[in-house]
Antibody, heavy 121, light 106 residues
Framework: EVQLVQSGAEVKKPGESLKISCKGSGYSFTSYWIGWVRQMPGKGLEWMGVIYPGDSDTTYSPSFRGQVTISADKSISTAYLQWNSLKASDTALYFC??????????????WGRGTLVTVSS | DIQMTQSPSSLSASVGDRVTITCRASQSISNYLNWYQQKPGIAPKLLIYAASSLQSGVPSRFSGSGSGTDFSLTISSLQSEDFATYYCQQSFSTPYTFGQGTKLEI
């Protein structure tokens, strides 16, 4: 089955670090970009950035550059989203998603179920 | 960044109604516009890509149109399972910004 499986919910304190994961299966993981999308409680979708697992080429939204790190380990078909020092405002549901299509028509056709990150003292 | 503005922000409708949601880009994005449906606590689902192409498995009551800066999503005859929040997203350039969403309510 073609799917993206995300790691489980996390509860962290401000200042702590965190790395969440997204494992692809059922397709060639290194052939498609993986994106990350944030959804704060009760709010809309925000595009954070994308990574190409084949060579780890990464593009960030300016809003998130320097705030998070997107990485990938192609040997285990997994992408990551990482924080060095969490803030309460990082509390959100985070989705990973696969970018499909062909230049220049891109869309996100496959989504993980989301990882809920709660940051609270 | 390209700004995407949806209207209305919320919409009340009934089963069987025809509804249209619009999305405007702050600059021309050709036809690089996608539509997603999201239900509470669940991942978004791709409905339409490239402004008017129906994603595989999506019912034909969903349709999209537009190019340049103005786009629309139409549901021809609402079903109970269509009550959800709808987002447009531009894929013309990164960051691939989303609209603020349109909540479709009974």
């Amino acid at each position: 089955e073609v799917q993206l499986v995300q790691s489980g919910a996390e509860v962290k304190k401000p200042g702590e670090s965190l790395k969440i994961s997204c494992k692809g299966s059922g397709y060639s993981f290194t052939s498609y970009w993986i994106g990350w999308v944030r959804q704060m409680p009760g709010k809309g979708l925000e595009w954070m950035g994308v990574i190409y697992p084949g060579d780890s080429d990464t593009t960030y939204s300016p809003s998130f550059r320097g705030q998070v790190t997107i990485s990938a380990d192609k040997s285990i078909s997994t992408a990551y989203l990482q924080w060095n020092s969490l803030k309460a405002s990082d509390t959100a549901l985070y989705f990973c998603t696969r970018r499909k299509g062909g230049d220049p028509v891109w869309y996100f056709d496959l989504w993980g179920r989301g990882t809920l990150v709660t940051v609270s003292s | 960044d390209i700004q995407m503005t949806q209207s209305p922000s919320s919409l009340s409708a009934s089963v069987g109604d025809r509804v249209t949601i619009t999305c405007r880009a702050s600059q021309s994005i050709s036809n690089y516009l996608n539509w997603y449906q999201q239900k509470p606590g669940i991942a978004p689902k791709l409905l339409i890509y490239a402004a008017s192409s129906l994603q595989s498995g999506v019912p034909s009551r969903f349709s999209g149109s537009g190019s340049g800066t103005d786009f629309s999503l139409t549901i021809s005859s609402l079903q109970s399972e269509d009550f959800a929040t709808y987002y447009c997203q531009q894929s013309f350039s990164t960051p691939y910004t989303f609209g603020q969403g349109t909540k479709l309510e009974i």
